[in-house]
């Protein structure tokens, strides 16, 4: 038995290994690395369109919450300014209000300020017969 192999017999048999070995390679790895390449090259392109992707919803959601920003805080400066004309409108209805509430108050006081001099002047009046017919009864004679 021998240990070393025949080296004409090993080329022979080396022969049609690297002939498989470049067969192999021409149809099935070369086409398999092609391929393996050109779907890295894909991926990698997808990617970096994703991130770009990302990048710009960043951008329009920072554009949009800005948006929203600028309308809450014109939203919340016309609700103050709607509330100041509303309040200086009350306060305008509150003092025409007042104001006629005083004139009719004091017009009132007026006419039962007249009413009450009418009614001491007619007292007075019926005072005075009521004491005159009283005196002339106790006296018995007329008063002049």
Known sequence: MRIIPDLTHTLYLT???????????????????????????????????????????????????SRLADAQREASETRAISRERALSKEAEVIAAARTKAEKRVDEEIKRLETEREAAQHALKETAQTLSDAIASRVLGRELS
């Not at 070995?21 to 086409?31: C, N, S, V």
């Not at 391929?35 to 960043?58: F, I, T, Y």
């Open 15 to 65: 022969i049609p290994f690297f002939v498989a070995m470049f067969g192999m390679y021409a149809i099935l790895w070369r086409p398999l690395l092609e391929w393996m390449e050109e779907r890295e090259g894909l991926e990698s392109k997808a990617l970096k369109e994703a991130e770009e992707l990302e990048d710009a919803a960043r951008d329009q959601m920072s554009r949009i919450e």
